[in-house]
Every structure is written in C-alpha cells, then in structure tokens.
C-alpha cells in the first residue's frame, strides 16, 4: 500500500517510515503541512498518517480540511500529542478516521493502519464472514466451525465478528475495547485478555488447528494457516 | 554598627537631616503634578472637590434668586394693593384720601411705606416725604429710587398712579432691607467659593485616603499572595458594602488560585516521587543490559522490559491528565443524558469473566432505567476504576457487589469488596493522587484509580465516600439524581 506520512519530528518520522516499509508498505514522508498537502493532492495514497501541529504554516487540521473540501475521501489517522478528548474530537469532526496520542507503540499504529485502508474496501454489506473453515452468518446471528454450530454470547459474537472483519490482522487490545465495547479507557486489568481466552475456549479449543493468534507486544489476529 | 558615644549628636543630628530630606522628597513626589494626576485617588478627589463647588455655587445662586424675587413679587404686590386702595378712595370721595393717607402711615408699626400725594405742580400735599423725588417723571410709572427720610438714607420701590384733577399719587415701599440680604448673599458668594474649595479639598482628601484605605489592602494583599503568601486574605468589614463585595469576591479567587496551586505541588511531588522510581527502574534496565548482556536475548528481553516500564510511565501521565482535565471542569460541555442502567450491565459483564477467572464472584443489583446528565465515557471510567480496584484486592473466593439505586436525590452507585479494605485513618487520603495504602504497595496500580473516581464523581456534583465493607472495601460514589432542573431535556 502507499502511506503518506506527514510528520515534522525527524525521529519519529524515520521510526514510522522504517516500520512501515518493514511490512511492505510503500511509504512516502512530508516533515511539512505545505508539502504535505501537496503530495496528498497530487498524487494517490491508500491512507495518510498525520501528524496535527506542523510547520510551514498549515497545520494537520487546516491540511485535512482542505483535502476533504476537495472531495479527497483517503482515510486519515492522526498521530498527535494533542491528547486531550476535544482536540481528539475536532480532528475526527474533521473528517479524520482515526486519532492516536503519542506516545504510540508502533504495533498499534500499524493495526489502525491497516484497519483503515482495509475498511474502504470492505464498504459493501456482507452477510458472510469466513475464515478457514470457520463461518459466522450475520443475519441468522450463528456461527459454524467444520459444520459443528458454535453457541456464542452476544458480546462473544461482536468479538469473534470484529476478528473476523479485520482477518489476517493484527488488532490490539485499545482496538478491541473500542470497537467491541465502544470504552474508550485502558482498564487496568487484563479484561481483554480474559474475553478473548473465553472465546478461545469456545472456537479453539475442540478444533485441531487455532485461529485466533497472540501477537506479543500488540495484540491478537485471526489467521487461517 | 552600633556609633560610638562620642559620635551620638553628630549621628542624631545626621539622622535627622536624612529624614528631613526624606520628608521633602516624600512631599515633592506626592505633590508633583504628574504623580498627583497619575493617582486615582486625587482623581476621585479632584472630582468630588469639582462636583461639591458646583452643587454649593448652584444652590447659592438659587437661594439669592429665589429670595429676592420672592422679597420683589411681595413688595410690588402689597403696592399694587395699596395702591388700589388709595385710588377706589379717591374715586368715592377725593377729600377724604389725604386723612386715609395719615391713617395708614400711621398704622404702618414697621415705618416701610412710602406714600406722598402732591399737587400738579408736584407740591407735596399728604405723605412721609418732603419733596416729590426729581427722578420721578410724570411718564414713570415703576422705579426705585434712592430716598431721604428724616435724614436716612434709603432704597424705595415706587409706584406712580395719576389722578384726576392733576393730582400725583405717588406709593411705595422701603426696600433697604431686600438690598441688605443682597448684599449679605453677594458677600457669602464672595466668600463662599473659599469656603467651597477648602470644604471640597477636605472631602476629597477624606475620599481619597478611604479610597486609599480600601485600595492598600487590596494592593497589599494581592502583592502578598503573588510573593507567596498563600494564607493572606482581604479584609472583610461585614458591612455588607461594594468594597466587602469585591474583597469576598477576591478571596474566592485567591482560595480557587490557593487550591489549584495546592493540587499542582501536590502532583508535582508525587510525580518527582512516584515516576522516578519506574524511570530509574527503566534506566537501571537498559544500562545494565547495555553493559551486561552476554547476548541478543538478553538485551532483547531488557529492551522489552524496559519498554514495558516507559508504557507503565505513560499511562500514568495520560490518567494524570486526563484527572488534571476532569478537574479543571472543561468536560462540562460533552454532557448528555445517560442512563446508567445499560452501562453498568455491559460493564458488568465485561468484568465477570475477570472474576470467573480469578474465581471470584461478581454480583449486582441494579434498575434497567437509571438515568444522569454527565459524561458517559467518564462515568464508565470511574465504575471500571472501582471495579478493577475490588477485583484486585478481592482474594480467590470473594464476592464483590455493585448495586445501584436511588437514595433521595441522590443516585448511589456503591462496590464493595472483600479484600483488606482501607484503615480509617488512610481513607481520607486514600483519593488524593499517588496514594497507596501499606496493603496496595504490593500490587500493581499507579494509585490514581481513586482519585480520578472522585474527581468524575466531583465534577457530575457527586462524591466519593469510602466506608468500611466488614472486612473489604465499601466505595460509594454519588451522583444527582437526572431531572429536568439540572439536565436539559433530551430531545426525543
């Protein structure tokens, strides 16, 4: 994919841009909001990590709002220390998809990442998800595994379909609590862990072949290997 | 240095000449027309001093105006009426005016009326004047004129009425003592602006020194604080007056300032405390593996630890200010109507299977319909801090509850655990920041949960209270009961 990465601090550009070519990205770098802009104009990305206050006169917001006044719909992550829950809204009212604080780990931006330009491509209503031989229908709210049927909780289900939706990535935690339970706070238990364990039990556990996997450090995937 | 005696006279005699010229710097700095105008006290003196001149020389000039004209409307009155009189007597009977004339100057006690009837050829007939007065033209008709009476001299209001026959009647009254007041009032007017001016300097004086009085103490109490005397207050007279008014308001201020200077040093400490020691813990990590590492795993494995460490470092400055946030009160803005019900089932059960796991017991009790006006995101916060604190404390087997209801007009949200609970004398500071009781030191936590539960409790008009569960933890937070008086109606 090619990621445009607007970010004015030299370090943690070269961290961002070295992490996303590791994973096969194609990745282009602006250290201003001009020059920003203008690559964003000029030429086509799959998504933009930017950055909110940056020099050259056009900040992240004035340089996003001006893309969507254009009619530009690339997806947008904003990456900034500006953390606090107005400043996290007006970048999202501004038609930013995602907003991350820094100080950030990496795995976590790479998921969202992923997540997003994954997300427009997946715009048209689907009423299957599959993964191997696991199968969820959507309007009969059931779900199958090697044709065995899978009694799942409510919660249980928008966990396993959150998975299911974002197969073959890596979801952290933070992704799952938001998505899942729409919390936007760190418990400071390990709440997660143990949802996703229970869901193990069920999905897992009497099948050969695991499909939910522990990434250390980031989070869990579902994966069909 | 103490002088030695025998320089004491020249030492005093110095002093002196020091003060003196003190003194003199003192009065020409006062009296200096820039430093004069540039304090607002003589201005406000200046104004009073212009203000009370005006008011004296207006009311002066209306006394003098109003009493003579009221002295003038008088005297031509009682002329015209005796006049009248005199006349309708002639017309009866002419002989009889000249015996009505004596009888009238006669029974005239105070001796200021003038009458004087003479002849075509101006001869006097009748009246208490020799001669007719030169100044007096047949063709006058009011006049005043200077008199001689028996050898005083005086001032007279006249009239002049002819009569048939050629005769003139001439009446009038003595106006000396209308010239008198006049005379007194011109000479108060003359004095009076004198008067008027070192009348007005006293008061302006008076005004600016209590203005100075009420300003100094303000000044003084304003330069205190800022050089950090925290505990200085304005003056309250209890007068009730403007000047009490704005000092209650100043000291609101200074107890608001105080209060959030308080809460800064207070998190400074604890930050200087608390978050050195897991970025020395850190530090300790990547130098010693730096050093000591025999291989990759090794620093791999310190790296990692390391990185933890910092991740722990971060989530305290983000719950740091996001308590530091609440409590400024900007979150105001994104309240809403929530009804709490809903949300603490979902976080009810979001936290049972943690309990299952640590086989523990989560039980609840709470109305399907509890609605608040607040912060949702908040509020969930602050029940999941409550709940990751009981779980964490609960040990294997424990029951921990949360219920819900309302209590007058108050909504209680209450947890309560099992676990060793917090001793009495630690309770009330068991919300400030970074505290950790002897019991909690052993387990994970940043000591912040509590303190953000009741900075959220605080800012929805709650509180926090912390009993005690018998053994465990009781923690209850409070929050107003939704209705239409503190929460806008929702729109649907």
């Known amino acids: 994919m090619r990621i445009l990465v607007v970010e004015d601090d030299k370090d943690v550009a070269g961290f961002i841009v070295k992490g996303l070519k590791e994973t096969g990205h ?50 947008v992550l904003f990456l900034s220390a500006m953390a606090q829950v107005d400043d996290r809204v007006r970048g999202l009212k501004a038609g930013g998809d995602d907003y991350m604080t820094k100080p950030f780990a990496f795995s976590e931006l790479l998921a969202r990442v992923e997540a997003l330009t994954r997300r427009g491509k997946t715009e048209a209503p689907t009423t299957k998800l599959t993964a191997s031989d696991l199968e969820m229908d959507l309007l009969s709210r059931s779900v199958r595994r090697a044709g065995q049927k899978i009694d799942l909780q409510p919660r249980e289900f928008r966990l396993l379909e959150y998975l299911l939706r974002h197969a073959g990535q890596v979801v952290t935690r933070t992704m799952l609590l938001e998505g899942v ?40 995937m579902l994966r069909a290997d | 240095m103490r002088p030695a005696s025998a320089d004491r006279p020249g030492w005093i005699a110095q002093q002196v000449q020091w003060l003196a010229r003190r003194a ?20 406000f003196g200046l104004i009073y001093a212009g203000l009370f001149s005006i008011s004296a020389l207006a009311l002066t000039a209306f006394l003098w105006w109003s009493t003579a004209g009221l002295l003038d409307r008088q005297t031509d009155t009682a ?50 004047l020799e001669v007719w007065p030169a100044m007096v033209t047949s063709d ?10 028996a050898g005083v001299r005086g001032l007279a209001r006249i009239r002049q009425i002819l009569l048939p026959g050629g005769f003139h009647l001439l009446v009038g009254r003595d106006v000396q ?15 009076a602006p004198s008067i008027v001016v070192s009348l007005g300097v006293a008061g302006a004086l008076a005004v600016r020194s209590l203005f100075r009085i009420t300003i100094n103490d303000v000044a003084a109490t304003a330069a205190a604080f800022s050089r950090g005397d925290l505990t200085r207050r304005v003056r309250v007279t209890g007068m009730g007056d403007e000047f009490d008014r704005l000092a209650e308001e100043i000291n609101n201020m200074l107890d608001r300032v105080a209060g959030l200077m308080d809460g800064v040093r207070q998190v400074s400490n604890a930050i200087a405390h608390d978050l050195r020691t897991p970025i020395t813990r850190a530090r300790a990590r990547l130098e010693d593996a730096s050093r000591n590492a025999r291989n990759e795993a090794d620093l791999h494995a310190a790296i990692e630890r390391a990185q933890s460490d910092l ?53 609840h009790d709470i109305p399907p319909i509890l609605p608040v006006f607040g912060d949702r995101d908040m509020l969930q916060q ?7 604190n009981a779980l964490k404390f609960s040990p294997p087997g424990g029951t921990i509850r949360l219920d819900a209801g309302a209590v007058g007009r108050m909504l209680e949200i209450s947890v309560a655990d099992q676990g060793p609970g917090i001793p009495a004398e630690d309770r009330a500071r068991a919300t400030e920041r970074f505290f950790r009781g002897e019991s909690a030191r052993n387990t994970p936590g940043s000591g912040l949960g509590l303190s953000l539960v009741q900075a959220v409790a605080m800012l929805h008009g709650g509180t926090l209270r912390l009993e005690d569960n018998r053994p465990g933890l009781l923690a209850v937070m409070t929050l107003p009961v939704l209705t239409v008086a503190n929460g806008p109606q929702t729109r649907s």
């Not at chain 1, 050259?56 to 006044?69: C, K, Q, S, Y």
């Not at chain 1, 709440?191 to 050969?208: A, E, M, N, T």
């Open chain 1, 26 to 75: 194609v990745v282009e770098h602006a250290d201003n909001g001009r020059d920003g802009l203008f690559l964003a104009a000029s030429e086509n990305f799959d998504a933009i990590v930017l950055d909110r206050m940056l020099p050259g006169g056009v900040d992240g917001l004035r340089l996003l709002e001006t893309l969507r006044a254009q009619g530009n719909q690339i997806p």
């Open chain 1, 181 to 220: 339970w729409d919390y936007h706070f760190d418990p400071q238990t390990n709440v997660i862990d143990v949802h996703v364990s229970r869901l193990r039990q069920k999905v897992d556990k009497p099948f050969p072949t695991p499909l939910i996997h522990t990434v250390r450090n980031a989070g869990y």
């Open chain 2, 24 to 43: 003199r710097m003192d009065i020409w700095l006062v009296f200096h027309p820039r430093t004069l105008l540039r304090s607002a006290g003589v201005r």
């Open chain 2, 79 to 128: 002329i015209s009426a005796d006049t009248q009189g005199l006349v309708e007597r002639f017309l009866e009977r002419p002989n009889s005016l000249v015996e009505t004339i004596r009888d009238r100057l006669a029974a005239n006690v105070d001796d200021d009326a003038i009458y004087l009837l003479a002849d075509a050829s101006l001869q006097p007939v009748a009246g208490n």
């Open chain 2, 140 to 149: 006058v008709e009011w006049m005043e004129i200077p008199i001689d009476r």
């Open chain 2, 177 to 191: 003592a209308r010239a008198q007041l006049r005379r007194i009032l011109g000479d108060a007017l003359i004095w």
């Open chain 2, 311 to 363: 991740d722990g470092i971060v989530a305290v400055f983000q719950a740091l200010l996001r308590i530091a946030e609440i409590e400024a009160g900007a979150r105001r803005s994104a309240f809403a109507r929530v009804d709490l019900g809903p949300l603490l089932f979902d976080l009810v059960e979001l936290y049972s299977a943690v309990a299952e796991e640590n086989g523990q017991v989560l039980l």
């Open chain 2, 382 to 388: 602050a029940v999941a801090n409550l709940l990751d």
